[in-house]
């Protein structure tokens, strides 16, 4: 969708403190894809009755687990609410994993979300995301708030020929079954 995304944070303020966020992110630049799973963990600040996901209409939620056990959630066009009043204890650690799949959009005014384009006489597929301010939801769900700092970990699997890349420090690279990096 080319639709203009208003993130969450300008919206509703929650009273979640995310403190870490692991991505899984599966890329296939010649079939233009994405999947992974996302998993936040994080803690409430104040009592709460739930959670709202960010998450723009191009990303398929195939399934949410809360603390590693599978929970229903309320899709709508750029967001999924969970009921989880039992996991959000004041201060309490708690996790969401999102496992999502979909096609790449360039989302907002700015041109943010994630793009693919060919480059050079050859025709060298890319993918790159511009993610800021409020972009990110639309190639990865989660809390859309640049106030609440946190820590990542992103693991990237391409198909081979590709390179995966990201801020931070590399740990490693490996090749997986099904000639993937």
């Given amino acids: 969708s080319q639709a203009a995304f208003q993130p969450l944070a300008a919206i509703t303020p929650q009273t979640v403190d995310v403190k870490h966020s692991r991505f899984q992110i599966r890329l296939n630049p010649t079939a233009s894809t994405i999947a992974g799973t996302v998993t936040i963990e994080a803690a409430a600040t104040a009592a709460t009755s739930g ?3 960010d998450a723009q209409d191009n990303l398929i ?3 949410v687990r ?3 056990a599978s929970h229903v959630f309320i899709r709508t066009s750029d967001r999924i609410t969970l009921n ?3 996991a ?3 201060g309490k ?3 969401i994993a999102i496992d999502y799949h979909g096609v790449p959009v360039v989302a907002n005014r700015l041109g943010g979300g994630l793009l693919v384009a060919q480059h050079g006489p050859e025709g060298t597929i890319a ?3 511009l993610s800021e301010p409020y972009a990110a939801p639309s190639w990865w769900p989660c809390i859309d708030n640049p106030s609440d700092k946190a820590t990542a970990e992103i693991e990237i699997t391409v198909p081979q020929g590709f390179t995966g890349a990201s801020n931070g420090s590399l740990v ?3 090749a997986n079954a099904g000639q993937t990096t």
């Fill in 51 to 53: 959670v709202a996901i």
């Fill in 61 to 63: 939620i195939d399934a």
């Fill in 66 to 68: 809360v603390n590693e």
């Fill in 84 to 86: 989880i009043a039992d």
């Fill in 88 to 90: 959000l204890t004041v």
């Fill in 93 to 95: 650690p708690f996790t």
């Fill in 127 to 129: 993918m790159a995301s």
């Fill in 172 to 174: 490693k690279t490996e």
